[in-house]
């Protein structure tokens, strides 16, 4: 839902790669990334077709499970700037694939013709937003070192698809310093490389409907939720729900041991009662309530940023003492 670009992206490159795979392997020397071939004989067309269609499935499977995790950017930027960030990851990418082969000639000796196939650049640029823009939410941890995150499930994925082939590694480089430069305020890709708004509003009309899915109805929606893909995701893994509940309930005793007790009764009236017209009735005295504890706007824009409003960001890190990771439990999960 909500995600039409990702659903495509989704369909169409992964049902062109099994059918390549099982039906036309004969058709498979024109999806090839041949380096020689775009240098020596010119065949820019074959950017096009090397750079979008794997003809691994394990790199289809590994980069099929990343865009799906990947989605929520699309829900949160919007379509347009979601293709704007990937149409500019892709051509830097290609760029920079070029430049890291001749470098690894020039300094190593090492004679590159070809790079495996597929849209891989621009999924390891999308991991530059998940890094930064995601917070990291312990679930738990594994012999009491090693912590288990929301975010070690994508990491692994993209480990995976890193040591599924030998010179992977340069796709994975170029698609992460191309997701930087388009993420850096400083060098101002983003405006230079975007979709337009004429060119979003044609593929809107004709591709959006057909990629389009109807919200979900069987779903009841939480007062408190962020996004909807962040809720449907919670609710569909439930198991990683209940450990990341667990997990806010040890963090809550670890702070009644050290005296920061997180007031959780201050937290929840407000957000039980929001759209209750007598909420007014219900509200506890000025006596009642501690002085508000100061926040972080840092904190409060990362919240937002997910797709909380600004008043219930400031309850939660009020509430949580200004702990980024129990709040974003807590919303998430209410």
């Given at each position: 839902?909500?995600?039409p670009l990702?659903k495509?992206?989704?369909?169409?490159?992964?049902?062109?790669?099994?059918l390549l795979?099982?039906?036309?392997?004969?058709?498979?020397?024109f999806?090839?990334?041949?380096?020689?071939?775009?240098?020596?004989?010119?065949?820019?067309w074959?950017?096009?077709?090397?750079?979008?269609?794997?003809?691994?499935?394990?790199?289809?499977?590994?980069?099929?499970?990343l865009?799906?995790n990947?989605r929520?950017?699309?829900?949160r930027?919007?379509?347009?700037?979601?293709?704007?960030?990937?149409?500019?990851?892709?051509m830097l990418?290609?760029?920079?694939?070029?430049?890291?082969v001749e470098?690894?000639q020039?300094?190593?000796?090492?004679?590159?013709?070809?790079l495996?196939?597929g849209f891989l650049?621009p999924?390891f640029?999308?991991?530059?937003?998940?890094?930064?823009?995601?917070?990291?939410v312990q679930?738990t941890?594994v012999?009491g070192?090693?912590?288990i995150?929301?975010?070690?499930?994508?990491?692994?994925l993209?480990?995976?698809?890193?040591?599924s082939?030998?010179?992977i590694?340069?796709?994975?480089?170029?698609?992460?310093v191309?997701?930087?430069?388009?993420?850096?305020?400083i060098?101002?890709v983003?405006?230079?490389l975007?979709?337009?708004g004429w060119?979003?509003?044609?593929?809107?009309?004709?591709?959006?409907p057909?990629?389009?899915?109807?919200?979900?109805?069987?779903?009841?929606?939480?007062g408190?939720?962020?996004?909807?893909?962040?809720?449907?995701?919670q609710?569909?893994?439930?198991l990683?729900?209940?450990?990341?509940?667990?997990?806010?309930?040890?963090?809550?005793?670890?702070?009644?041991?050290?005296?920061?007790?997180i007031?959780?009764n201050r937290?929840?009236?407000?957000?039980r009662?929001?759209?209750?017209a007598?909420?007014?009735d219900?509200?506890?005295?000025?006596?009642?309530?501690?002085?508000?504890?100061e926040?972080?706007?840092e904190?409060?824009a990362?919240l937002?940023e997910?797709?909380f409003?600004?008043?219930d960001a400031l309850e939660?890190?009020?509430a949580s003492?200004?702990?980024?990771?129990?709040?974003?439990?807590?919303?998430?999960?209410?």
């Open positions: 839902d909500k995600a990702s495509s992206l989704l369909l169409v490159p992964s049902a062109i790669s099994i795979t099982l039906l036309f392997q004969h058709y498979q020397k999806f090839a990334y041949n380096l020689q071939a775009i240098k020596e004989d010119f065949q820019i074959r950017l096009i077709c090397g750079r979008t269609i794997c003809l691994d499935l394990k790199d289809t499977f590994c980069s099929s499970l865009i799906y990947f929520i950017f699309e829900r930027y919007g379509s347009r700037k979601f293709s704007s960030f990937l149409l500019g990851a892709w990418s290609a760029l920079f694939d070029l430049l890291l470098i690894a020039y300094l190593f000796g090492i004679t590159i013709n070809s495996p196939s650049g999924v640029a999308l991991f530059v937003p998940f890094y930064s823009s995601i917070p990291r679930v941890q012999l070192y090693f912590s995150t929301n975010k070690t499930l994508v990491y692994i993209g480990l995976q698809l890193l040591t082939g030998s010179y590694w340069i796709l994975a480089l170029s698609g992460l191309s997701g930087i430069c388009y993420n850096s305020s060098l101002k983003h405006r230079i975007c979709v337009p060119v979003a509003k044609i593929f809107s009309w004709t591709l959006e057909i990629f389009s899915s109807a919200e979900p109805t069987n779903e009841i929606r939480v408190m939720g962020a996004t909807v893909d962040i809720q449907r995701q609710r569909m893994e439930l990683d729900r209940q450990i990341m509940m667990s997990q806010v309930a040890q963090m809550r005793r670890q702070r009644q041991q050290q005296g920061g007790m007031n959780w937290l929840f009236p407000p957000l009662h929001r759209h209750n007598n909420y007014q219900h509200r506890p005295s000025e006596q009642d309530t501690p002085p508000p504890t926040v972080s706007e904190q409060v990362r937002m997910m797709g409003s600004r008043g939660a890190l009020r003492n200004n702990d980024l990771n129990v709040a974003t439990n807590f919303l998430l999960q209410h």
